[in-house]
């Protein structure tokens, strides 16, 4: 009976042994404290389904998931500044979230750093590294202190926000893979920079100055460019202009000349077939021009009236003519 009882519970042990494998997870098995590796030194990782190893305290298995992207809040959790500001609310926030700025400034910020648990390292993670997430916050509190403190309040709310994040990144990454966590920093995000509660009035002034400063900016800006395109349209129809007036002197210049060219022609045909001299022509055709000229200007000053301003004029003189007259 004894034996059978004993032989029950040795079955009862060995099935302990027995483990499943989530489908969105692999496992890992240590045995007597040490991690099973292939060959090359890589640790086994066991895809999903059912496996027999060795029952606790000979083997362990450690279900870990090497694609699942991890977030590690530092500072602020969501919505906290804004619920400080609550009649029951503690002025207070966290201390944890507090940073001095370069200028002697206090900040309040919140970081989330994501990660994800790296294949090669799991060794370091799993086996030496003590809190690896907890050494990974530490590590990026301790990088994000620093690069604060070296910055002014406005380089780190809001203007180098940006810089600041990518300095951040490149820097917890950095020192999490020298430090062999066995885990791959993937970005580091300021989630939000928020002022002391006490403060917080004269930071939305600077804010709300900023603003109007930018958009004072952007009008000039767009009146500038507004000006300046104006000012391009008006030289262009100028200059248009000017290029069609030159156009149009140029072509009555070459027809005046290609009349007068004609015209010398004529007189040369005039000599050749005795008809009159050149001479006697060139004066001819001068005073034809003479004429057409003066017959011009006559015709214009039919129309005006020249009186002594000290003596009445009887305009009646005038009325019946309402065309010029022309020459016979």
């Known amino acids: 009976m004894t034996f059978a009882l004993l032989f029950v519970a040795f079955i009862v042990y060995l099935s302990t042994g027995f483990y499943v494998v989530r489908g969105n997870t692999q496992a ?13 030194g890589k640790p086994r990782l066991m895809s999903s389904g059912l496996y027999f190893d060795l029952p606790w305290p000979f083997s362990m298995v450690d279900q870990v998931n090497i694609h699942e992207l991890r977030t590690l809040t530092i500072g602020l959790p969501d919505l906290l500044e804004e619920e400080t500001t609550g009649l029951l609310q503690s002025p207070t926030l966290p201390g944890e979230s507090q940073f001095l700025t ?49 910055s002014g309040v406005d380089f780190v709310h ?23 966590l066995g885990v791959d920093v993937e970005d580091v995000s ?14 939305l002034d600077v804010a709300n100055a900023r603003a109007e400063k930018e958009t004072m900016l952007l009008t000039a800006q767009t009146y500038a ?19 069609a007036t030159a156009n149009d002197t140029v072509q ?10 004609k015209l010398v022609v004529q007189f040369q045909k005039a000599e050749e ?26 015709t214009r000053a039919m129309g005006q009236v020249i009186v002594d301003g000290d003596r009445p004029v009887d305009l009646m003189l005038w009325r019946k003519r309402t065309t010029p007259v022309e020459s016979p």
């Open 28 to 40: 890992v098995i240590r045995r007597c404290g040490k991690l099973v590796t292939h060959p090359d």
């Open 102 to 150: 370069g200028d002697k400034n206090i900040v309040h910020v919140q970081i989330a750093v994501q990660y994800r648990l790296s294949e090669s390292g799991l060794t370091a993670y799993l086996m030496e590294n003590k809190s690896p997430d907890l050494r990974l916050r530490l590590l990026a509190e301790s990088v994000a202190t620093e690069l604060i403190v070296r």
């Open 158 to 180: 809001p203007l180098g926000l940006s810089e600041l994040r990518t300095r951040l990144t490149q820097t917890v990454r950095n020192e999490a893979a020298a430090s062999e």
């Open 190 to 203: 300021i989630v939000g920079v928020y002022p002391p509660v006490r403060v917080k009035s004269y930071f």
């Open 225 to 243: 460019e507004d000006r300046e395109t104006s000012a391009q349209a008006e030289a262009r129809r100028i200059s248009d202009e000017s290029q």
């Open 252 to 261: 009555i210049a070459r027809a005046e000349a290609e009349s007068f060219r």
């Open 273 to 298: 077939q005795g008809i009159t001299t050149i001479a006697d022509a060139r004066q001819m055709a001068l005073q034809r021009r003479y004429a057409e000229v003066m017959r011009r200007i006559l």
